[in-house]
């Protein structure tokens, strides 16, 4: 439990530290103060060049006395954190209620704060069991007939090697370990010869010890291949596992008996020139493979209809809800975490989102692929020309994979005829980011040309995902120096045209997403409402004159 301890100089300047107490003979040790300026008065909105704005949620922004009042003194724009989302706005049979957001906006306005839209179509926190009750049933993966292995069967080749296959290591000392070709009835499932791997000896967890490749195949990164190969062992107890490189992918070892066995292993291409790796050196035995196999799987899909449905609905969605706001935001994240982790930078689909079959998920992409961004950007536009239009996503700060594949995300949006004002970079970061990483990615997204906007800033501590923590004196220096680093970033690397404004996602720290029970504490503005360090490292930056 952290505690915090205020000291008054004076009348009017007040200095906050969260730390443990210090003590000298029974006696108080005051704290030095913090090297950054500490004028606690100063709100941010006074100083800053650009929005600076808040998330919070209806209870922080309308209920909660403390948090509505540092938002209404220290900032200048507010987004949304739940009421503006798919599922806070549409119930499960489909109707609208307005109720919370426009009295959240309405409160806005009064107090002269801008409102930024968040968000008309993502895949989280929104009726996917409604919209999914209204498709067409999917049609069943399949698997391609065509093999990409090239001497499957191992047929080609001379006494003691094949063609296309190569021996990697033949065990410890090399050479222990022979490859030859199997033969006769009882060593070839088909055709006249096999591959015959004999190990004496056991490597245990070293099952590259013994190891044969193939040539490399092409492979489409992101999309699944199913491997197979028929192998058996002269005695009980074999062992084997696949492998790929130069992406390294692994199998789970395979338990291989005396009969003819299909091994099958199923995985999503991370390269485009991928071998397949036998790795054998576990057990000691005697083995023969044969009729190897790579096929690529066609995912289920849906009938095409479904294109034209869902597409109806994302068009309903988006038409009703900016709409109703027209002239009362300032810009709307249109699409929001759009592109997947696993492989970095993919187009979301329903294999690469967890839950994605939950009733509150719904992958738009899986059913309209990439026109999904080019029509939510046209019917934004149609419904509320004047808003500034973004797309946001997470991690581009530290996925150059992700960021890549946004940026050209955006100039194929805006290359068929849809308009995209600009881009929204999360940064929910820790204290030991990369910061050379953060400019980095400033610099890429201000090279665009379009607008910037650091969406939803927070900065956590508990690096270490621990349940609970102790927030020291040194982590939050520490959170105040990225903080400072993240906001000076923004305005070193991107042009002042350009910078659509910081939002920083919560308030008080136990209301942030990340605080879970006090694991962690990203905000500015401790329980109390009290400034943290990181409230002075903010108002340090937006003064720098950048």
Not at 143 to 164: Q, V
Not at 171 to 186: D, R
Not at 267 to 273: E, F, L, P
Not at 371 to 396: C, R, W
Request: proline share 4%.
């Amino acid at each position: 439990m952290k505690k915090i301890r205020v000291l008054f100089f004076l009348s009017v300047v007040t200095f906050t530290a969260c730390k443990k107490d210090s003590y000298d003979s029974g006696l108080i040790t005051p704290t030095p103060p913090t090297p950054i300026p500490t004028p606690t008065s100063v709100p941010f909105k006074s100083v800053a060049t650009f929005p600076i704005a808040i998330a919070a949620s209806n209870g922080a922004f309308t209920s909660n006395a403390l948090s509505a009042e540092i938002i209404r003194r220290d900032f200048n724009g507010i987004t949304f954190e739940n009421e503006m989302k798919n599922n806070a706005l549409i119930n499960g049979s489909g109707v609208f209620n307005y109720v919370t957001a426009d009295a959240m906006v309405a409160a806005a306005q009064t107090d002269n704060i801008q409102v930024h839209g968040h968000v008309l179509a993502w895949h989280a926190q929104t009726q996917g069991g409604l919209y999914r009750s209204i498709l067409e049933p999917e049609i069943p993966s399949s698997i391609s007939g065509l093999n990409l292995i090239l001497n499957p069967g191992f047929e080609n080749g001379n006494a003691t090697s094949f063609t296309n296959f190569s021996v990697l290591n033949s065990g410890n000392p090399i050479g222990s370990a022979t490859i030859t070709v199997g033969s006769g009835a009882s060593e070839v499932r088909s055709g006249t010869r096999s591959m015959k791997v004999v190990n004496p000896t056991a490597y245990g967890s070293e099952q590259w010890r013994v190891q044969i490749a193939c040539d490399p195949v092409t492979l489409v990164i992101g999309k699944q291949y199913q491997v197979s190969f028929w192998i058996k062992a002269a005695t009980a107890n074999g062992s084997v596992r696949l492998s790929t490189s130069p992406a390294a992918l692994y199998q789970a070892d395979q338990t291989i008996g005396t009969a003819w066995q299909q091994v099958i292993w199923v995985i999503t291409a991370t390269a485009t020139d991928t071998r397949i790796t036998f790795d054998i050196g576990r057990n000691s035995n005697t083995y023969f493979v044969d009729d190897v196999a790579v096929n690529a799987i066609s995912p289920a899909s849906y009938p095409a209809v479904n294109y034209s449905k869902v597409d109806s609905v994302l068009r309903h969605n988006i038409t009703q809800i900016a709409t109703r706001y027209k002239g009362k935001v300032r810009g709307w994240d249109v699409i929001n975490e759009m592109f997947a982790d696993g492989p970095a930078g993919s187009l979301r689909s329903n294999r690469n989102t967890a839950n994605a079959t939950n009733n509150d998920v719904f992958v738009w992409t899986e059913y309209l692929g990439r026109d999904f961004g080019v029509n939510a950007f046209k019917y934004a536009e149609q419904a509320d020309p004047t808003a500034k239009l973004f797309i946001n996503d997470y991690g581009l700060e530290s996925s150059t994979a992700k960021l890549d594949s946004l940026i050209s995300y955006v100039a194929e949006i805006k290359a068929r005829g849809a308009k995209v004002d600009g881009i929204g970079t999360q940064m929910h970061i820790n204290i030991n980011n990369n910061k050379d990483l953060i400019d980095a990615h400033f610099k890429k997204l201000a090279a665009t040309g379009l607008l910037v906007h650091l969406s939803e800033l927070d900065i956590g501590v508990n690096t270490s995902n621990a349940t609970t923590l102790s927030f020291t004196d040194a982590l939050e220096t520490a959170q105040a120096d990225m903080y400072n680093y993240a906001v000076l970033s923004y305005m070193r690397n991107v042009p002042k045209a350009q910078r659509y404004g910081v939002t920083i996602w919560g308030v008080l720290d136990n209301q942030s997403w990340r605080y879970s029970n006090g694991a962690d504490y990203p905000l500015i503005y401790n329980p109390s409402g009290i400034k943290k360090k990181a409230y002075e490292a903010v108002l340090n930056a937006l003064k720098s004159g950048l």
